[in-house]
Every structure is written in C-alpha cells, then in structure tokens.
C-alpha cells in the first residue's frame, strides 16, 4: 500500500492507487524508486509545482506486505496519455520518481564548524575519532539537527541513544587550504557528503546507517551488520532460489605506492607478493603526512576484487524479506547471508541491495524481491570494496532455515 506522506506534519494522507511501483534499497547509500500511478483526481493531487515550475517534494510511504516500510521523496514527475489503435482505450499515467530518506544524507556536506554559518567557517581541520557509531552520530547531530543555518536542519529528526558500537575510527573535516598558506596539510574533505563521512567511517570499521520514519518523527541510527548466514539460506534444494547472477571482477591494484610529503609508503594486500598478481598503483600524497595512510587504506578498498550475486529470491514460510517474526527468519540490507550456487560452493556475504517490484496492470497482481549480495563490480564504492565477497569451495551441510 502506498500512501502520501504529508512533509510539513509527517502524518499520513489517504491511499494513492498505483499501477506499478520499483523500489530500490541499498546498503549505505541513497536509494531510488519509481511509482506509475493511474492518471486519477487522487493522483493529480500529488503534482504541486513552485513559482518556478518545479514539483514540490511528495512523500510517500509504502508498506511492503506489513514486514517492511519504506519512506519515498518524490522529486520528479511525468505525464504520459496513449491510445491503442485497435480498441480506442485511452490510459493515462502519472509517473513520479525519486529518492528514499538516505538522500538527505547525500544532498549534505559536513561543515568544519556546523555552529557557524557558512561565510564564517574556519579553515582549521575538525578531528572526529571514537567508536564508529559515536563518530557518525556526532556529526549527524551537528550538521542536520543542531546547525547554526535552520535551512540545513532536517525537520521532526532523532538521532538514536549512542550506544557506541564499533570499533575506533577518525574521521576529519577539512578545509581546502588557501595558495598563500603552507601546502602541506590535511586532505580535503570538505566536498564529501555525509553519506560519504559514513562510508569513510564504515571503511575503518563495518557499520551501517538507516534513516527511518516512526510515528511522526524520523529517527536516524546506525546498526551492525547481523550474522544470518546460517539461518538466511539460498539454494535451488530449498526451493528459494528461483535465478542467480554471478559476477566477479579482479582486483584493479595490489599494491599502492604512496609518496607522501615527507615519506613513502606502500600498502599491500592479498596477491601483491604474488609476480603473476601484482598490480602497483601510485598514490600521490605530498600534500599530506597525517592522512596518507588512510587514503592508501581507501585507495586498496577501491581496487579490490569485486564479487556480487545478484538473487531472484522466492520468499518461504519461515525465510523472506523484511522483519523478523515469531518462527520467521527475515533479512534485511546489511544482514549477512548465504548462497548455496551447486554443491561444494558457497557464497556468503552483505546483502548490499534489494530490488523490489509490484505490477497490478497485468492478468494477475505480482511481486519480485531480488536481493544483490557483495559488491557491483560496475560501481567504485568504497564501502562494497572492504566488503568484497568470499567465493569458496565448502563441505555443504544442513542447515534448516528456521531461527
């Protein structure tokens, strides 16, 4: 079910009818969705513009079957009448497409200083370092709930107890230094984003981020990633594996060969010793002395082999998506599970995206869940790369796929 979510209240307006609707979630990163609505009075109530033409934000939430919700930004619509020559039947579509809450995230940067506005930031770096969760929450909270400008603070937004999970990460944000000064210094961070900050973060130590809708206030919160590989199964045998898409990718570097300001470094990883494997990358950081290590850390996350299987799951009795539920395993973004492939070969993994597809215009209503586990090799993200997957060979065991 889909409903529209009033953005100034966070109160939940009536139904919206929808033809079909894709949403994709994926793990420390914004996600996006697309919703072809039937072209009704109810539809067009939606479409609000601005003095400039531009669609006014749409929230919408959706249930997904009561195991799973989802909180939607519309940012883009559409408009679409066809005829069919042979009936004379005349459709009409609304199309609105857009982000989930993660965005908000992505659309931010982390100031030096959020206490000040921007003309009156300082160029001194800002050092944030403590477990991971401290560290992620801290510059939530300055940046989007306690910022000096009102503009830049995300309305009805929680940030959860800290209960300072993970292990300890540093992270800095600096200034790019003007020419007249030394041009010896930190790196600039200044341009990432705050989903960049938590990807940063995750790399040093694994952590997720979720920005969720509860009542009428949004709460943000970062959890580890849940073991559930002997428990969340996927096999033909079990009769839960309906396709699999296996993608693997070589490492792209090695070894990376850093010059620093007054030093250099090298950092290696699995392969580097290897004549055969071996693959250097230089890394220039004269610049720097403090952060070259971390970024010859970045640098290798970015070249690692890459490995992802995407699944065409088929939801059992006591295994699907969503929540968990009395005698019900559910796995969500971020859980750890596991892909039975043939005998002998296992895969197991992050669950890193999740697919989901409704369709009502054809004979029968229908549904899809595909889960996407290890990292794309097409994208260059630095958290998927430190959490590249395993394939290997194993003794296949029973495992029931019940908690």
Do not use: C
Request: cysteine-free; proline content about 6%; glycine content about 8%.
């Amino acid at each position: 079910m889909i409903e529209e979510l009033d953005l100034g209240t966070l109160t939940r307006r009536a139904p919206v009818p929808f033809r079909k609707l894709e949403i994709n979630v994926a793990f420390n990163a914004a996600g996006s969705f697309t919703a072809e609505l039937p072209a009704t009075p109810r539809s067009w109530q939606l479409i609000r513009l601005d003095t400039d033409g531009n669609l006014s934000p749409v929230g919408l939430t959706v249930d997904w079957n009561g195991v799973a919700e989802f909180t939607l930004l519309a940012e883009q619509w559409g408009y679409q009448r066809t005829i069919d020559q042979q009936t004379g039947q005349i459709t009409e579509v609304i199309t609105l497409s857009g982000s989930d809450l993660l965005s908000l995230l992505a659309n931010r940067i982390a100031y030096p200083d959020p206490a000040k506005p921007w003309a009156s930031q300082p160029t001194a770096t800002r050092t944030y370092s403590g477990p991971a969760e401290t560290v992620i929450k801290q510059i939530i909270t300055q940046n989007l709930v306690q910022a000096a400008d009102p503009a830049r603070r995300i309305p009805f937004l929680d940030i959860a107890p800290d209960l300072g999970r993970g292990g300890t990460v540093t992270y800095k944000v600096a200034s790019v230094r003007p020419a007249t000064t030394t041009p010896v210094g930190d790196a600039p961070t200044i341009a990432a984003s705050l989903m960049d900050m938590v990807r940063s973060v995750a790399i040093q130590s694994q952590i997720g981020v979720r920005l969720t809708l509860e009542g009428t206030r949004l709460r943000f919160d970062t959890f580890l990633p849940r073991d559930l590989s002997s428990r969340a199964v996927f096999a033909a045998g079990l009769g839960n594996l309906a396709e699999a898409n296996l993608t693997v990718a070589d490492p792209t570097v090695t070894t990376v060969l850093t010059q620093a300001a007054s030093s250099f470094l090298e950092k290696t990883a699995t392969g580097s010793g290897d004549p055969w494997r071996r693959v250097e990358q230089f890394l220039d950081q004269t610049h720097t002395d403090t952060d070259a290590a971390q970024a010859a850390t970045e640098a290798l996350a970015q070249g690692a082999g890459k490995v992802q299987l995407a699944v065409n799951a088929v939801d059992l009795p006591r295994l699907r998506f969503g929540a968990d539920s009395p005698g019900v395993t559910g796995y969500l973004l971020g859980d750890i599970v596991a892909v039975d492939l043939r005998d002998g070969v296992t895969f197991t993994d992050i669950v890193t995206k999740v697919q989901l597809t409704a369709d009502t215009t054809g004979e029968h209503y229908a549904e899809s869940v595909t889960p996407s586990i290890g990292t794309d090799p097409a994208e260059d993200q630095t958290l998927t790369a430190q959490l590249t997957a395993r394939l290997r060979a194993v003794e296949k065991q029973l495992r029931a796929t019940g908690p």
